[in-house]
């Protein structure tokens, strides 16, 4: 098969969907890979060593897209890429169809087939997701410390504390890869932190890992407004396995009774986001204030530490993207349960239910079985 990385469009995206290393696997299993030129750079990928793989350069972005079967990426293709999708062309990306109505028509206008990361599932979890939740569970802290600064528009509160002052409060909602990873970082910080989940499995586990300054919580609307009034920095973790959007759990009234200054991280925005104040923001531009609270609402956070996040990320896709590459991509979602949970668009079909109920698309709905026959 040949396999086509582009450089990422997206403001301010610098990972790349493909790693020299990556490349060398597709290649050594008898595929051919191509490489827009610079696609890899911002991730401190060279041309050379795509080269050096085995991979081929080609000059622009249309034609990596004319001349593959599969195009592996990050983010979900913009306006911009939409002419480019052609039928029966694998795209294998983060698609968050929840989120836009323009990318999910525009796929299936396309009649590519559109195997989407966050949807692909093992019983474990969400192989494809994880590590970018990893890097982002990691990375809101950070962000949430450094919009607490003033000089960011924060309340001027130091996360640690010091000696005699105590340190900040965060309130974490969603215990998953996200929520452990952010807790686990806040934890470090000296923070007083609360995770919340409504899974109890989940809280239970949070509890033998996370260190004594972190105490797990069951999620309800009181726990939110009991906690959320307290916390100086709030970090919006919740999932809804599936491709459904976030729920709303956070409203106008439990900001307001934040102090003012406080941080309010929304790393589910990808996904709609967790509160009724969210709105997608992006790293030239990542923060707004509502009800006094710094918004901080980017939805591709780990695109600012694109080396770590592109070598995290392609380590996980290749293995789904060989299958598909040797297989054919219905074939291998035949063979591979957690792959064809991916399948999200084939043939002007969309599989994923909650999406065509969002967007009224019921008329072309169809699940995952009845796509793959096709
Ligand atoms: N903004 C970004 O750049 C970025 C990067 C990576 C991930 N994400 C997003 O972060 C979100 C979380 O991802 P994840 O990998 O941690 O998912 P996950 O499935 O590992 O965890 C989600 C958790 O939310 C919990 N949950 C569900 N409903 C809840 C409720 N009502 N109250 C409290 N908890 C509830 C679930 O039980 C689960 O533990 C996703 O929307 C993901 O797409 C965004």
């Not at 795509?50 to 004319?66: C, N, P, R, T």
């Not at 694998?90 to 559109?114: N, P």
């Not at 260190?211 to 970090?235: Q, T």
């Not at 969210?278 to 707004?288: E, I, K, Q």
Request: hydrophobic share 40%.
């Amino acid at each position: 098969m040949r396999i086509g990385c582009p450089k990422e469009i997206k403001n301010r995206e610098y990972r790349v969907g493909v790693t020299p290393a990556a490349a060398a696997s597709y290649i050594g299993r008898g595929h051919e890979v191509f490489v827009e030129r610079g696609a890899g750079r911002e991730s401190g990928f060279e041309d050379a060593e795509y080269i050096a793989s085995g991979a081929s350069v080609l000059d622009s972005a249309g034609a990596v897209w004319e001349k593959c079967d599969m195009i592996v990426k990050v983010k979900e293709p913009l306006p911009e890429e939409f002419p480019l999708m052609r039928p029966r062309q694998i795209i294998f990306t983060y698609f968050h169809f929840a989120a836009s109505r323009a990318l999910t028509e525009a796929c299936l206008k396309s009649r590519a087939v559109c195997i989407a990361y966050e949807l692909v599932e093992e019983p474990w979890g969400l192989p494809l997701l994880q590590p970018m939740s990893e890097v982002a569970g990691r990375m809101s802290v950070l962000m949430g410390a450094t919009y607490l600064g003033r000089n960011f528009g924060g309340g001027g509160i130091l996360p640690t504390g010091v000696t005699g002052v105590a340190p900040a409060r965060i309130l974490i909602v969603g215990g998953g890869t996200v929520g452990a990873n952010a807790a686990r970082i806040a934890a470090g910080l000296s923070a007083m932190v609360v995770v919340t989940d409504i899974d109890h499995k989940r809280l239970e586990y949070l509890s033998d890992i996370l260190p004594l300054n972190c105490v797990s919580v069951y999620s309800d609307e009181h726990a939110i407004k009991r906690e959320i009034k307290d916390a100086d920095i709030v970090i919006g973790a919740v999932l809804i396995r599936g491709g459904a959007a976030a729920p709303k759990l956070i409203k106008r009234e439990h900001l307001r009774s934040m102090r003012p200054g406080s941080v309010f991280v929304d790393v589910a925005i990808d996904q709609g986001g967790v509160s009724e104040t969210s709105r997608a923001t992006n790293h030239d531009n990542p923060v707004y204030a509502e009800e006094g609270v710094v918004h901080y609402c980017v939805a591709n956070m780990p695109g600012a530490y694109s080396r770590t996040s592109t070598m995290a990320l392609s380590n996980a896709t290749v293995q789904y993207g060989l299958r598909i590459a040797n297989r054919g991509a219905i074939e291998a979602c035949r063979e591979n349960e957690a792959l064809a949970r991916g399948l999200a668009i084939r043939d002007g079909r969309l599989t994923v239910k909650p999406v065509a109920k969002a967007f009224g698309l019921e008329s072309v709905y169809a699940d995952t079985n009845a796509v793959l026959d096709g």
